[in-house]
Protein backbone atom coordinates (compact mmCIF):
# COMPACT_ATOMS: atom_id res chain seq x y z
CA UNK A 1 0.00 0.00 0.00
CA UNK A 2 3.03 2.35 0.94
CA UNK A 3 4.33 1.44 -2.58
CA UNK A 4 1.15 2.52 -4.38
CA UNK A 5 0.92 5.83 -2.64
CA UNK A 6 4.40 6.52 -3.47
CA UNK A 7 3.56 6.24 -6.82
CA UNK A 8 0.34 7.77 -6.69
CA UNK A 9 2.27 10.60 -4.84
CA UNK A 10 4.96 11.28 -7.41
CA UNK A 11 2.95 10.77 -10.65
CA UNK A 12 3.64 14.18 -12.31
CA UNK A 13 -0.06 15.12 -12.53
CA UNK A 14 -0.48 15.02 -9.15
CA UNK A 15 2.54 17.03 -8.81
CA UNK A 16 1.22 19.44 -11.06
CA UNK A 17 -1.39 19.61 -9.36
CA UNK A 18 0.25 21.20 -5.99
CA UNK A 19 2.09 23.62 -7.60
CA UNK A 20 -0.62 24.95 -9.03
CA UNK A 21 -2.38 25.19 -5.59
CA UNK A 22 0.50 26.57 -4.09
CA UNK A 23 0.77 29.38 -6.75
CA UNK A 24 -2.96 29.93 -6.87
CA UNK A 25 -3.17 30.53 -3.13
CA UNK A 26 0.23 32.56 -3.54
CA UNK A 27 -2.07 34.69 -6.59
CA UNK A 28 -5.15 34.58 -4.96
CA UNK A 29 -3.08 36.97 -1.92
CA UNK A 30 -1.82 39.46 -4.53
CA UNK A 31 -5.17 39.74 -6.53
CA UNK A 32 -7.13 40.36 -2.85
CA UNK A 33 -4.13 43.18 -1.67
CA UNK A 34 -4.53 44.51 -5.54
CA UNK A 35 -8.30 44.91 -4.63
CA UNK A 36 -7.94 45.71 -1.24
CA UNK A 37 -5.04 48.13 -1.46
CA UNK A 38 -4.70 49.59 -4.70
CA UNK A 39 -8.80 49.73 -6.63
CA UNK A 40 -11.12 49.92 -4.05
CA UNK A 41 -9.49 53.39 -2.15
CA UNK A 42 -9.66 54.65 -5.69
CA UNK A 43 -13.37 53.81 -6.27
CA UNK A 44 -14.20 54.76 -2.65
CA UNK A 45 -12.73 57.80 -3.72
CA UNK A 46 -14.13 58.23 -7.02
CA UNK A 47 -17.85 57.35 -5.24
CA UNK A 48 -17.00 60.05 -2.75
CA UNK A 49 -15.17 59.04 -0.25
CA UNK A 50 -16.73 55.59 0.30
CA UNK A 51 -14.79 52.85 2.31
CA UNK A 52 -16.07 49.58 1.19
CA UNK A 53 -14.61 47.50 3.74
CA UNK A 54 -16.24 49.42 6.29
CA UNK A 55 -19.84 49.18 4.35
CA UNK A 56 -22.27 47.60 6.46
CA UNK A 57 -25.74 47.06 7.28
CA UNK A 58 -26.28 46.88 11.11
CA UNK A 59 -28.75 44.66 12.17
CA UNK A 60 -28.08 44.85 15.94
CA UNK A 61 -25.97 47.59 17.71
CA UNK A 62 -23.36 46.60 19.53
CA UNK A 63 -23.09 47.67 23.30
CA UNK A 64 -20.36 46.70 25.93
CA UNK A 65 -21.33 43.38 26.06
CA UNK A 66 -22.80 42.05 23.25
CA UNK A 67 -21.35 42.68 19.70
CA UNK A 68 -22.52 44.10 16.81
CA UNK A 69 -24.42 41.98 14.07
CA UNK A 70 -24.21 43.69 11.12
CA UNK A 71 -24.32 42.34 6.87
CA UNK A 72 -21.22 43.94 5.82
CA UNK A 73 -21.54 44.08 1.90
CA UNK A 74 -18.68 46.11 1.30
CA UNK A 75 -16.42 43.37 2.44
CA UNK A 76 -18.70 41.27 -0.61
CA UNK A 77 -18.16 43.54 -2.90
CA UNK A 78 -14.57 43.50 -2.70
CA UNK A 79 -14.70 39.77 -2.52
CA UNK A 80 -16.85 39.23 -5.73
CA UNK A 81 -14.08 41.85 -7.66
CA UNK A 82 -11.40 39.44 -6.22
CA UNK A 83 -13.01 36.79 -7.44
CA UNK A 84 -13.63 38.78 -11.06
CA UNK A 85 -10.16 39.56 -11.56
CA UNK A 86 -9.12 35.81 -10.68
CA UNK A 87 -11.38 34.59 -13.33
CA UNK A 88 -10.39 36.55 -15.82
CA UNK A 89 -6.87 36.19 -15.45
CA UNK A 90 -7.35 32.64 -15.39
CA UNK A 91 -9.67 32.64 -18.70
CA UNK A 92 -6.73 34.95 -20.09
CA UNK A 93 -3.98 32.38 -19.20
CA UNK A 94 -5.92 29.25 -20.34
CA UNK A 95 -6.73 31.49 -23.71
CA UNK A 96 -3.21 32.24 -24.67
CA UNK A 97 -2.14 28.24 -23.77
CA UNK A 98 -4.68 27.45 -26.03
CA UNK A 99 -3.76 29.62 -28.78
CA UNK A 100 -0.28 27.88 -28.30
CA UNK A 101 -1.79 24.67 -28.44
CA UNK A 102 -3.68 25.75 -31.42
CA UNK A 103 -0.44 26.97 -33.38
CA UNK A 104 1.78 23.88 -32.37
CA UNK A 105 -1.51 21.73 -33.63
CA UNK A 106 -1.71 23.86 -37.26
CA UNK A 107 2.40 22.81 -37.98
CA UNK A 108 2.71 19.68 -40.14
CA UNK A 109 4.98 17.50 -39.10
CA UNK A 110 5.90 16.45 -42.30
CA UNK A 111 6.44 18.04 -45.72
CA UNK A 112 3.06 17.35 -47.75
CA UNK A 113 3.64 13.84 -50.16
CA UNK A 114 4.04 15.31 -53.85
CA UNK A 115 0.75 14.56 -55.79
CA UNK A 116 0.33 11.95 -57.54
CA UNK A 117 1.44 12.02 -61.56
CA UNK A 118 -1.19 12.23 -63.87
CA UNK A 119 -1.92 9.82 -66.70
CA UNK A 120 0.48 11.66 -69.19
CA UNK A 121 3.22 11.94 -66.85
CA UNK A 122 3.39 8.50 -66.38
CA UNK A 123 2.84 7.43 -70.14
CA UNK A 124 5.84 9.74 -70.72
CA UNK A 125 7.85 8.09 -68.13
CA UNK A 126 7.08 4.85 -69.69
CA UNK A 127 8.06 5.82 -73.28
CA UNK A 128 11.45 7.21 -71.64
CA UNK A 129 12.01 3.87 -70.00
CA UNK A 130 11.69 2.14 -73.00
CA UNK A 131 13.88 4.60 -74.89
CA UNK A 132 16.78 4.11 -72.23
CA UNK A 133 16.25 0.32 -73.04
CA UNK A 134 17.04 0.09 -76.48
Do not use: C, H
Not at 45 to 58: P, R
Not at 65 to 80: D, K, T
Request: aromatic share 8%; hydrophobic share 50%; glycine share 8%.
Amino acid sequence: MLKEFKAFAMRGNVMDLAVGVIIGGAFGKIVASLVNDLLMPIVGMLLGGVNFAELKWVITPGTEEIAEAAIRYGAFIQSIVDFLIVAFSIFMIIRAINATKKKEEEKPDAPPAPPEPSKEEVRLGEIRDILKAK
